[in-house]
């Protein structure tokens, strides 16, 4: 995958990171984009240039239309192109839809869902014009299934799938595949916030019987960026130890 340029959303930490690192290792540019990790996003440059991979940190809030345009300029303005999108970042807000506020609805929809939709419109033609062109999101489990306590989460990541189908269409006369990656339960700072009872309750519906670290995830991404998924397009690919079955 050398001379591939990649961004990856939510970058710096996280399953971001691992992405970041897994995408480095095979050669590719990284653009890590962070929003508040300034830290970790210059660490992870660091730690990815010591090993002769080639990244930078480039700071944006995807959920903002203009922030998200500028990251795809930067991008473009240091490497010359784009081959490789991943709508990573993502956040949670939860509540039964009882007690949710119009406002963790209003700001999971506009990170979740409208910031995928804004990375994909401002990076469309730059993808379109490469030879190689790959747009990789990441859903989650609960756009599939549901979950209690979600209901903007869920909605966001099963937006999420539907823009997927709808752009792996758009874009397949020019080769450009667009897939989604649903991860199911990842040991990381989104989850950590969960009660003990919550993740023995998860873990006994886990057909594997154990979380999913993040390199399951980056692998994932990495196999679907890379040629031999060049077949694959418009699919969702569920890496959650089958609790989606
Ligand atoms: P995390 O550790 O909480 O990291 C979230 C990442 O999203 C951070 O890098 C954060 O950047 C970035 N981010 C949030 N809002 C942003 C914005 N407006 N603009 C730019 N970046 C923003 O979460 P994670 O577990 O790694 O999750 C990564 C993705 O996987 C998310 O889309 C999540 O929904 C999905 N997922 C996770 C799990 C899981 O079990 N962990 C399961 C299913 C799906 P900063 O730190 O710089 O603010």
């Given at each position: 995958m050398n001379d591939l340029v990649a961004i990856v959303t939510?970058?710096?930490?996280g399953i971001g990171r691992s992405i970041s690192l897994e995408l480095a290792k095979a050669k590719v540019k990284v653009v890590i984009n962070y929003r508040s990790s300034a830290q970790s996003a210059e660490e992870l440059v660091n730690e990815i240039t010591s090993f002769g991979g080639e990244a930078i940190a480039i700071k944006a809030d995807i959920s903002n239309f203009t922030d998200a345009k500028n990251l795809v300029d930067k991008t473009i303005e240091h490497f010359g192109k784009l081959n490789i999108l991943v709508n990573n970042a993502g956040i949670t807000d939860d509540a039964l839809i009882l007690r949710m506020k119009e406002e963790s609805f209003d700001s999971v929809i506009t990170t979740n869902l409208k910031g995928v939709w804004n990375m994909c419109k401002h990076a469309s033609r730059a993808l379109l014009k490469a030879e190689y062109g790959r747009i990789i999101n990441i859903s989650s489990v609960s756009g599939i299934k549901g979950n209690i306590g979600q209901s903007n989460y869920s909605a966001a990541k099963a937006g999420v799938i539907g823009l997927t189908k709808s752009l792996a269409r758009e874009f397949a006369s020019k080769g450009v595949t667009v897939n989604a990656v649903s991860p199911g339960f990842i040991d990381t700072k989104m989850t950590s916030v969960l009660s003990d009872d919550i993740k023995n309750q998860v873990l006994n519906e886990i057909p594997l019987k154990k979380f999913g670290d993040t390199t399951d995830i980056a692998k994932a991404v990495l196999f679907l960026a890379s040629n031999d998924a060049k077949y694959i397009t418009g699919q969702t690919l569920s890496v959650d130890g089958g609790l989606s079955i």
């Open positions: 939510g970058g710096a930490v």
